[in-house]
């Protein structure tokens, strides 16, 4: 939901600038148009925790759900009205592409020149999950010659991103400063959950939250 909001926030910052340097002078039928959200499909990569929460806000848009993963999830299926597809099918049927996948090293660069390729050239790719997960150079040059019509990242290989990276200066992506989790709410909540698996195991307790529970000898 962030990534669509992210696609919806770059046509309003472009009606803004527009806005506020004078140079709107006319309304026209084609005027900063962008894709429709509302009857379009989603493809989700990923169909973990966030995943499925995307899928339960992108379901208010009246969106097409499909995902792909390592293994079908029928309960979530059920529950949220999605489909699944293999990954490449995926890639090529999908309007909206956001991923959701953690980073681990069979992740890494998982979506590149040829993964890019793939999708339509109408299609938007959307990456709030990790950076590394999208091979930035390969994403830059298939803005650049319009592969694909546009992105929307929050996360990049390197942060904070370079000034003079070329992404920045592409006129079809809409680019955020890892600000996915950038609520008040999120943030408390956030830190309540370090202070307890701080606690927890300063008490020889198991972690509430643990990440690698293989390491974890009680």
């Not at 499925?52 to 009205?81: C, I, N, P, Q, W």
């Not at 990790?130 to 319009?146: N, P, S």
């Not at 300063?202 to 974890?216: H, I, K, M, Q």
Request: aromatic residues 6%; positive net charge; contains cysteine.
């Amino acid at each position: 939901a962030f990534g669509l909001l992210l696609m919806a926030a770059r046509r309003m910052s472009e009606g803004e600038r527009l806005m506020r340097s004078g140079r709107w002078r006319y309304w026209g039928p084609r005027l900063l148009l962008g894709q429709q959200v509302s009857g379009s499909s989603l493809g989700i990569i990923g169909l973990g925790r966030i995943g499925a929460a995307v899928a339960r806000r992108a379901k208010g848009f009246a969106m097409d759900l499909y995902y792909t993963g390592h293994s079908r999830k029928k309960d979530l299926e059920k529950e949220l009205g999605i489909s699944y597809l293999p990954f490449e099918k995926l890639l090529s049927t999908c309007d909206f592409i956001s991923v959701h996948c953690p980073l681990v090293p069979e992740t890494e660069g998982l979506i590149g020149e040829e993964e890019l390729k793939m999708m339509k050239p109408s299609a938007i790719l959307i990456n709030t999950s990790r950076g590394k997960v999208v091979d930035q150079k390969a994403l830059t040059r298939a803005l650049q010659e319009e592969w694909i019509a546009g992105a929307g990242l929050d996360v990049f290989e390197a942060e904070p991103i370079a000034k003079d990276d070329p992404l920045l200066k592409l006129p079809n992506i809409a680019i955020t400063p890892h600000l996915g989790s950038a609520s008040i709410q999120t943030r408390e909540a956030m830190a309540t959950m370090a202070v307890e698996n701080l606690l927890a195991g300063l008490e020889g307790r198991r972690p509430p939250n643990l990440v690698n529970p293989s390491v974890w000898k009680g």
